[in-house]
């Protein structure tokens, strides 16, 4: 007997829908050739056999092609055979067939009509709608046989009951031992009953076959393959009666009369292995009627149940009727016209993917994703030449936007290499798909693949086009994108100069591509610290953009954010603040709530509380900014990795190290998992999880992850790029934390050094690395080299910040650490005192770094035996630290272990013991025992212990 597995879902449900009519029962297995229909029809029978529960008999009839005498012979044939029926030699034979049902042997019945065309074969024939114990059940391709019969819908079978069905034949453990193959072989094979059952039988046969061979011929053969052919000699016991190709072609000649039908089914075919709309269905034929499309479409094809209809405007075909459709539409003169039909309906659904994907639009895409691989995939020499760029260019994105540089490449690659071949080098879509895939590689940091790339578009455009075109002027703008990515300043600022000039002289200076050039070039000068010559270029872009495109525009958000980026770099918090606020207002209000870009502006709004040490401001913004781009971009997505980054910074900020770490750590996994192990961004997640690492005191952890990133910036930046001078920065100060003083001087050196001849003498990053030379060289007491370098960074930094700028009292701040070391305490004091204000004026009363100058100028005053001033200012600074930063933070320790040296100064030991120890345990908890102030801690509570007896 055939095996059967997989159904007893089925059989339930058929066996509860017979029993629950209060009449005639009857209902119909449909579904399409080869699907089960009648061996399930047929074990249903056995099984009701088997349980009596049709003690008035089971009448099996086979009705095909039979016309409705033979039926009706047939049923009066059953009765006389089997109940010695006696019939009556008189009348017509639908009298005679009621004189059947009306004398049936007693009991509940079920009739079986098997592989019934049409309803009129049996519709005279059928019991008696008042006689409730007679059931009916009929198998059938048609979708739909009559108003009053319940369908049930046989559908092919799961990927385990599929296997089940395999093994069931084989009975070794070949499935098992090749289960990946066998799974292939099934999906090959649509989950179909009967052609996993012919393979089967045929495995059962050919004992040295593997799995793979079967997949191989069925991959090269299709339908032809004599595999999926009923071998009589083999296939005697089988319940179907033909093979896979006959049983489709029962279904296709009926549609004989129906030659647009069939026309129709031929176009399906090229849609790939997955559900197709309906709309696109109705653009293969434009020149017909929608609703006459439709008509072929679902009272032919879904009717005979070649196509399946799954709902909402979704259609689908099963992979074997697919290939029987492909096979006879590449023998028919409809081949061609209907694959430039498919590509051109692609292109158009491709060129819809945008510059800026969301999880939405991902979401929306992906049910048309596998039918536009397709068109690229299978047809590429049917599509348009004017379609052949956005063809690739919209699945590229698609990826892309996702953060899948990998999957994207191809695709930007294929583009290039197709528009090159048809359209020969000279056009300008292959300009364009040099410069998509020069953009691709700049995000992921292979600088080196893109530069040449964007040079030759560059070329390319200006021989197409002539030197005086917009797409020059934007070829310029990206290539001094690189340039300025790179550290490569002065390539870039010409370039950028030079598109500005371009985009005036031909688009006027009223056109919104001269506010985006502006905007870049001023982002070049911020990069460079020239904050006076970016600031009027912000200005005039945001006037230009409200000017041209209105108060209400996402570039008019995009332009309020850069001018606040600029105020922030500057310091000028109470400036940058409301711009940042007016941004995010005006894109929730544009874009909604859920949009890429609100989640930016609610990044760099923390980023600036983050700053002025707002930390209970800045946290619920980072969380809201993660939690958006999660949802938006999904878990994968280089702005997720941001994000997680910055959030790490700001519990790093705060001392929470064991809630920054984790999160530090999945960001370097993040990024090196979408951008490789080799991009700009890994070098930066390696510098902050050193940071981190190194504030705790765990310095053997922090070496090699700064190593890494110094050399990882040196191969991706070159050798003179400002990263690789903050990685040597960052890598000294490691070292001075260690007291690796002669390591640390030559990489200050080299850093300093370097960022002069990058970005000139005049820039921030020199004072700041003029700052810590001089740093290390107090730490040595080498005071006399340290105080002009002091001296020179604070001179720069008012030139260049202007005297109101938190680095300028940083800068006060150390110089007057440096005279206290001295002595020189005079000199010190108004130094503290002005770091003290001006630190109180610009980042407000509640401040980390208001917090460590009160605790500077306290020392001091303790220096002097000044104590009954030095006290309330440790308290002050004490009682901020728990406020900011948590009772739990190293800043606090360093406060507590002060303010107990001031007692312990004083002889006031019992005062000073209990704050010692407190120090103490924070310090062992959140830096750890060996951490260089652990150690100081300790050592002090003991001397301390030993003075106060």
């Given at each position: 007997?055939?095996?059967?597995?997989?159904?007893?879902?089925?059989?339930?449900?058929?066996?509860?829908?017979?029993?629950?009519?209060?009449?005639?029962?009857?209902?119909?297995?449909?579904?399409?050739?080869?699907?089960?229909?009648?061996?399930?029809?047929?074990?249903?029978?056995?099984?009701?056999?088997?349980?009596?529960?049709?003690?008035?008999?089971?009448?099996?009839l086979n009705v095909a092609e039979s016309d409705g005498g033979f039926i009706g012979t047939s049923i009066l044939d059953f009765a006389r055979v089997h109940f010695k029926l006696t019939l009556p030699d008189e009348g017509e034979l639908d009298i005679k067939i009621r004189y059947c049902w009306q004398n049936w042997l007693a009991g509940n019945v079920l009739i079986i009509f098997d592989d019934v065309r049409d309803y009129q074969q049996i519709k005279y024939y059928l019991p008696p709608q008042e006689e409730k114990r007679f059931q009916v059940l009929i198998t059938t391709r048609k979708e739909y046989l009559s108003a009053t019969i319940a369908t049930f819908r046989v559908e092919v079978l799961k990927e385990e009951d599929a296997l089940d069905l395999l093994r069931s034949y084989l009975g070794d453990n070949r499935i098992d031992t090749q289960i990946e193959e066998a799974k292939l072989l099934c999906q090959d094979l649509g989950y179909l009953p009967l052609g996993l059952e012919l393979v089967a039988r045929l495995l059962v046969r050919r004992q040295d076959w593997k799995i793979s061979k079967i997949r191989q011929k069925l991959a090269e053969n299709g339908l032809e393959e004599q595999i999926l052919e009923k071998n009589p000699k083999f296939h005697g016991e089988m319940t179907a009666e033909r093979g896979l190709k006959a049983a489709f072609?029962?279904?296709?000649?009926?549609?004989?009369?129906?030659?647009?039908?069939?026309?129709?089914?031929?176009?399906?075919?090229?849609?790939?292995?997955?559900?197709?709309?309906?709309?696109?269905?109705?653009?293969?034929?434009?020149?017909?009627?929608?609703?006459?499309?439709?008509?072929?479409?679902?009272?032919?094809?879904?009717?005979?149940?070649?196509?399946?209809?799954?709902?909402?405007?979704?259609?689908?075909?099963?992979?074997?009727?697919?290939?029987?459709?492909?096979?006879?539409?590449?023998?028919?003169?409809?081949?061609?016209?209907a694959k430039r039909r498919y590509c051109g309906i692609m292109a158009k659904k491709s060129a819809e993917m945008p510059q800026d994907v969301t999880v939405e639009i991902v979401e929306d895409f992906k049910p048309f994703l596998l039918h536009l691989q397709a068109s690229v995939g299978e047809y590429p020499e049917y599509i348009a030449d004017e379609d052949l760029a956005r063809s690739y260019t919209g699945l590229a994105r698609y990826y892309e936007g996702q953060g899948l540089y990998a999957i994207a490449e191809p695709y930007y690659q294929n583009c290039l290499t197709a528009t090159r071949t048809r359209l020969g080098d000279n056009h300008p879509d292959v300009a364009s798909s040099l410069n998509n895939l020069a953009l691709l590689y700049e995000s992921q940091g292979r600088y080196t693949e893109a530069e040449p790339l964007y040079l030759e578009a560059l070329d390319l455009y200006k021989r197409l086009l002539g030197d005086n075109h917009p797409d020059v002027a934007t070829s310029l703008n990206n290539l001094a994108g690189l340039y300025d990515s790179q550290g490569r300043y002065t390539e870039a600022e010409p370039l950028y100069l030079e598109a500005l000039d371009l985009y005036k002289r031909l688009l006027g200076d009223n056109h919104p591509d001269v506010a985006t050039s502006l905007n870049n070039l001023a982002g070049l000068y911020d990069s460079q610290g020239r904050y006076p010559e970016a600031e009027p270029l912000l200005l005039e872009a945001?006037?230009?953009?409200?000017?041209?495109?209105?108060?209400?525009?996402?570039?008019?958000?995009?332009?309020?954010?850069?001018?606040?980026?600029?105020?922030?770099?500057?310091?000028?918090?109470?400036?940058?603040?409301?711009?940042?606020?007016?941004a995010l207002d005006l894109r929730k209000r544009l874009l909604g709530d859920n949009h890429p870009d609100v989640a930016t502006s609610l990044n760099n709004l923390a980023g600036l509380y983050d700053s002025q040490g707002r930390y209970p401001e800045a946290e619920p913004l980072l969380l809201e900014a993660l939690d958006l781009r999660k949802r938006l971009l999904g878990d994968n997505h280089p702005d997720v990795a941001t994000s997680l980054n910055n959030l790490a910074g700001l519990y790093d900020s705060q001392g929470r190290y064991t809630e920054a770490e984790?999160?530090?750590?999945?960001?370097?996994?993040?990024?090196?998992?979408?951008?490789?192990?080799?991009?700009?961004?890994?070098?930066?997640?390696?510098?902050?999880?050193?940071?981190?690492?190194?504030?705790?005191?765990?310095?053997?952890?922090?070496?090699?992850?700064?190593?890494?990133?110094?050399?990882?910036?040196?191969?991706?930046?070159?050798?003179?790029?400002?990263?690789?001078?903050?990685?040597?920065?960052?890598?000294?100060?490691?070292?001075?934390?260690?007291?690796?003083?002669?390591?640390?001087?030559?990489?200050?050196?080299?850093?300093?050094?370097?960022?002069?001849?990058?970005?000139?003498?005049?820039?921030?990053?020199?004072?700041?690395?003029?700052?810590?030379?001089?740093?290390?060289?107090?730490?040595?007491?080498?005071?006399?080299?340290?105080?002009?370098?002091?001296?020179?960074?604070?001179?720069?930094?008012?030139?260049?910040?202007?005297?109101?700028?938190?680095?300028?009292?940083?800068?006060?701040?150390?110089?007057?650490?440096?005279?206290?070391?001295?002595?020189?305490?005079?000199?010190?004091?108004?130094?503290?005192?002005?770091?003290?204000?001006?630190?109180?004026?610009?980042?407000?009363?509640?401040?980390?770094?208001?917090?460590?100058s009160l605790n500077n100028l306290a020392y001091l005053y303790q220096y002097q035996g000044r104590y009954t001033e030095a006290e309330p200012l440790y308290l002050e600074a004490l009682d901020l630290r728990k406020r900011l930063l948590g009772d739990n933070h190293p800043d606090v320790a360093t406060s507590l272990n002060n303010l107990a040296g001031l007692y312990d100064s004083q002889g006031r030991y019992p005062e000073a013991e209990p704050l010692y120890l407190e120090a103490l345990a924070i310090a062992e908890q959140a830096l750890g025992e060996n951490h260089p102030n652990t150690i100081i801690f300790r050592e002090n509570y003991a001397i301390c212990l030993r003075r106060g007896g």
């Open positions: 007997m055939p095996k059967f597995v997989g159904r007893d879902k089925e059989l339930i449900d058929l066996k509860n829908k017979l029993q629950q009519s209060q009449k005639l029962a009857i209902s119909t297995l449909t579904g399409m050739g080869g699907i089960g229909k009648t061996e399930l029809a047929r074990q249903f029978g056995w099984q009701q056999w088997r349980e009596k529960a049709y003690p008035g008999g089971i009448c099996w072609n029962l279904s296709w000649e009926e549609l004989n009369s129906e030659p647009d039908a069939q026309i129709l089914a031929l176009y399906l075919s090229l849609f790939a292995l997955a559900p197709f709309f309906k709309e696109m269905i109705l653009d293969l034929f434009p020149d017909e009627d929608g609703d006459t499309v439709e008509e072929w479409l679902t009272d032919s094809l879904v009717h005979l149940s070649l196509v399946q209809d799954k709902g909402e405007g979704w259609y689908e075909i099963h992979p074997l009727l697919r290939r029987y459709f492909r096979d006879k539409l590449e023998a028919s003169p409809h081949a061609e016209p945001l006037d230009l953009r409200k000017r041209l495109l209105g108060d209400n525009h996402p570039d008019v958000a995009t332009s309020l954010n850069n001018l606040a980026g600029l105020y922030d770099s500057q310091g000028r918090y109470t400036e940058a603040e409301p711009l940042y606020l007016e984790p999160l530090y750590l999945e960001a370097l996994d993040l990024i090196k998992r979408l951008l490789g192990d080799n991009h700009p961004d890994v070098a930066t997640s390696l510098n902050n999880l050193a940071g981190l690492y190194d504030s705790q005191g765990r310095y053997p952890e922090a070496e090699p992850l700064l190593l890494e990133a110094l050399d990882l910036r040196k191969r991706l930046l070159g050798d003179n790029h400002p990263d690789v001078a903050l990685s040597l920065n960052n890598l000294a100060g490691l070292y001075k934390s260690q007291g690796r003083y002669t390591e640390a001087e030559p990489l200050y050196l080299e850093a300093l050094d370097l960022i002069k001849r990058l970005l000139g003498d005049n820039h921030p990053l020199v004072a700041t690395s003029l700052n810590n030379l001089a740093g290390l060289y107090d730490s040595q007491g080498r005071y006399t080299e340290a105080e002009p370098l002091y001296l020179e960074a604070l001179d720069l930094r008012k030139r260049l910040l202007g005297d109101n700028h938190p680095d300028v009292a940083l800068s006060l701040n150390n110089l007057a650490v440096l005279y206290r070391s001295q002595g020189r305490y005079t000199e010190a004091e108004p130094l503290y005192l002005e770091a003290l204000d001006l630190r109180k004026r610009l980042l407000g009363d509640n401040h980390p770094d208001v917090a460590l």
